[in-house]
């Protein structure tokens, strides 16, 4: 069995993290450390695990009890808690903050992306697991980043109010968000930068033109990411190209009709739709946030880490309609 622990374990991410690990045939979860709900049930935050788990919050992370840590703390924290952890440390680490996703932040972190760096993550100890957009916009584009064919690029995304995290804010509350919605960070958002890198070590021609106009959408979770950029190739050449990239994928599916939110949501999956219309192609990509976007990514890197097959304890069904 591998051994867990999970730092940060209150949030939304860590709830549903701890749900895929619960069902997991190789997962123990160890410790679920949370400063603010120590010695309190894990179902007092995440209501749904009821009954499922008689685990209890903890405030010590006992580190030399586990073989792999998962972080879920909020972005800036991570590297404080890294950096505490004793010199003999030899355990695996997963972050799920943005600390260290950026070649200059990265120090022994490997990006994990799956479907572009599958081998590095086999090989590594530490990953940085991407956020939601870039695993959305990423997945868009990887087939024709491979093939050197981006240029200018063009994203509209629209996300459920999950991404924003647990803590209630201005833009998140249930009388602001329902039956709203409102762009932010529009041109700015912090995964550009991290899409971009993937991208240009992929794409040796590709200089970082991307447009990405990030929108709140008016549902807990899941992402539509919209891409378009011009394209030589013709529409049959470009979904082959895409089946081609992503045949061997277990959770990637090219699909030839025009998608929706809900056949993704609850679960790891991607779904594509690729379709020209004059001289641009047009790429829908959806995922969960939470789940493909977050912690089934997470559990995903896991199985590679452990050489399980990556599928492992990630058959979550969708939730219809």
């Known amino acids: 069995m591998i051994k867990v622990g999970i730092i940060g374990a209150a949030g939304y991410t860590a709830g549903e ?11 123990d979860i ?11 049930p894990i179902w007092k935050a995440h209501h749904d695990l009821i009954g499922e788990t008689k685990l209890t919050f903890s405030a010590d992370a006992p580190a030399g009890a586990v073989d792999v840590i998962f ?9 404080d808690y890294v950096h505490s952890l004793p ?16 070649a200059k932040d990265a120090e022994d972190f490997v990006y994990g992306l799956p479907e572009a760096f599958r081998k590095e993550i086999k ?20 087939p024709m980043a491979k093939a050197d064919k981006l240029g200018e690029i063009h994203v509209t995304g629209i996300t459920g109010s999950t991404g924003a995290g647990q803590k209630p804010s201005e833009t998140t509350h249930f009388s602001w968000r329902a039956n709203n919605m409102s762009i932010y960070k529009a041109f700015t958002h912090q995964h550009l930068g991290e899409v971009n890198e993937t991208l240009k070590k992929l794409a040796p021609h590709y200089e970082g033109e991307m447009n990405f106009v990030p929108v709140r ?3 807990p979770r899941g992402i539509m990411s919209s891409v378009y950029f011009d394209c030589d190739m013709s529409e049959e050449e470009a979904v082959e190209l ?11 599916n090219v699909v030839d009709f025009n998608p929706d939110l809900k056949m993704v949501v609850n679960t790891n999956k991607n779904v594509l739709y690729v ?6 192609l047009h790429v829908i990509s959806m995922i969960d946030n939470l789940v493909k976007g977050a912690s089934g990514q997470a559990v995903e890197n896991m199985n590679l880490l452990f050489g399980l097959p990556e599928n492992t304890g990630l058959n979550l069904k969708p939730s219809g309609f």
């Open 123 to 142: 090989e590594a100890k530490r990953i940085a697991n991407p956020g939601c957009f870039a695993t959305s916009i990423q997945l868009a584009l990887l």
């Open 17 to 27: 993290l701890m749900r895929i690990l619960i069902n997991h045939p190789w997962a």
């Open 217 to 219: 959408g008016d549902f």
């Open 30 to 40: 160890i410790f679920a450390q949370s400063e603010s709900h120590a010695g309190e």
């Open 242 to 252: 895409y089946k081609s990239y992503y045949k061997d994928e277990p959770f990637v």
């Open 71 to 79: 972080i879920c703390s909020g972005h800036g924290k991570s590297k």
């Open 87 to 102: 010199a003999d440390f030899d355990g695996k680490i997963i972050d799920l903050s943005n600390d260290f996703r950026l």
């Open 275 to 280: 379709k020209k219309y004059g001289k641009k």
